[in-house]
């Protein structure tokens, strides 16, 4: 479910970003699908396991059959994680613009001048802000519910409707089609080494807006992958840790679950319909209230989803050959709060973290003894 704000803001910045017209369409075409060949050639150059593909592929059909959106979430190892795995989609879909995901890109990166704006632009790839910065209730966050949101399935209303949407169908053709939104939901790259190797951080809440506010459901699929952190690697130089740079083994192993159990969604939704209820805000609502932004039931509700998709791609996890089991407290956001300063520098000054890191140790360890 959206409010009427939510919509018209995400419809109006997809305008800016996509809404070009036919020459604009064959830009992307050819953007996404060179992109997608090159990935493509890279990964039938490396050895790779990947198991679920069709899980996928019939989710994204029975999607675009029932006119819903497809939300699909994935751990995230290395900067490269999208596009390359998507080198196993078949050519029906790498060459089709609105067969392909749209997914989140750093702001920073992604759109820092107008040639970046316009090739992450013409690849479907939406600026986010990183960092906690821009929050779940940014702008990107606001396009991706949109595009979950088919335009053929709302019509335009002044008045109060059990979704609480209103917002007009005469939007861009091409978003009036099922689309197909994925997620990193640990929120950047995080590489963790042996004997933790693989493991996940907590899952952030702009998953949790995807899940609950589109009009209909959209269908959730579990991703997991590993290996790619082994090819483009983010441990500073001189720094390279056994099992992430020695190790021979360099397979990229890809793990796609089946979609979420219907009921668990409707479930989570039934929830976030009734605390709209509770707080009276769907009469005349067109602005989300700060009381379903920030107070503490929508808080604990939105963690929830996001730690049971969490869970999901946990599962899939498990499922890679010699993955070791997480400590639970990687799961608890609590577990991360000081360490976001070291993982920060990690990405963006990692001259000051050489020195705090251990060469006969992980990352993980290294983060907990400067934590005490």
């Known amino acids: 479910m959206s409010f009427r704000n939510v ?3 995400g419809s109006q910045l997809l305008g800016k970003l996509d809404s070009r017209g036919w020459g604009w369409y064959v830009a992307k075409k050819w953007n996404i699908g060179l992109v997608y060949t090159m990935c493509k ?6 050895k790779v396991d990947i198991k679920g593909l069709d899980n996928l592929l ?3 059909r029975q999607a675009r059959l029932e006119g819903r959106g497809l939300l699909t979430v994935m751990n995230h190892t290395s ?7 998507w080198g196993m989609l078949p050519n029906d879909n790498g060459w089709i613009p609105y067969l392909m995901r749209w997914a989140t890109g750093a702001k920073d990166i992604c759109y820092k001048n107008k040639l970046y704006s316009l090739f992450f632009g013409a690849g479907q790839v939406l ?15 606001d396009m991706c519910v949109r595009l979950l949101n088919p335009n053929n399935k709302i019509k335009y209303s002044a008045k109060y409707t059990p979704y609480l949407v209103h917002t007009n169908a005469t939007s861009y053709p091409f978003w009036r089609e099922s689309n197909w939104v994925h997620f990193f939901p640990e929120g950047y790259v995080h590489q963790a080494l042996e004997p933790h190797e693989g493991t996940m951080r907590y ?7 995807a899940v609950l506010e589109p009009v209909t459901p959209p269908i959730i699929v579990p991703m997991f992958s590993h290996g790619l952190q082994k090819v483009f690697q983010e441990i500073p130089k001189g720094y390279e840790m056994e099992g992430n740079n020695t190790n021979k083994d360099r397979t990229i192993s890809i793990r796609i679950g089946e979609p979420i159990s219907e009921t668990t969604v409707a479930g989570f939704r039934n929830e976030w319909i009734n605390l709209c209820h509770k707080e009276n805000v769907g009469l005349n609502a067109e602005t989300m209230p700060d009381v379903l932004k920030n107070g503490q039931e929508a808080k ?6 996001a730690a049971y998709l969490r869970e999901e791609v946990e599962k899939l996890r498990l499922t890679v050959p010699n993955m070791n089991p997480e400590l639970p407290e990687f799961k608890e956001p609590e577990f991360w709060s000081d360490i976001d300063k070291v993982h920060k520098g990690v990405y963006n000054h990692r001259g000051k973290v050489r020195m705090l890191r251990n060469p006969t140790k992980g990352l993980i360890e290294v ?3 400067n934590k005490d």
């Open 367 to 369: 983060v907990e003894a």
């Open 41 to 46: 050639v890279f990964l039938r150059c490396k």
């Open 79 to 85: 900067v490269l994680d999208d596009p390359v795995v």
């Open 300 to 305: 604990d509700l939105r963690s929830k989803v």
């Open 7 to 9: 919509s018209l803001r």
């Open 203 to 209: 899952f952030r809440w702009g998953t949790s807006r």
């Open 127 to 141: 600026p986010i802000t990183r960092f906690g910065i821009g929050g779940p209730f940014q702008p990107g966050m």
């Open 58 to 60: 019939e989710a994204h």
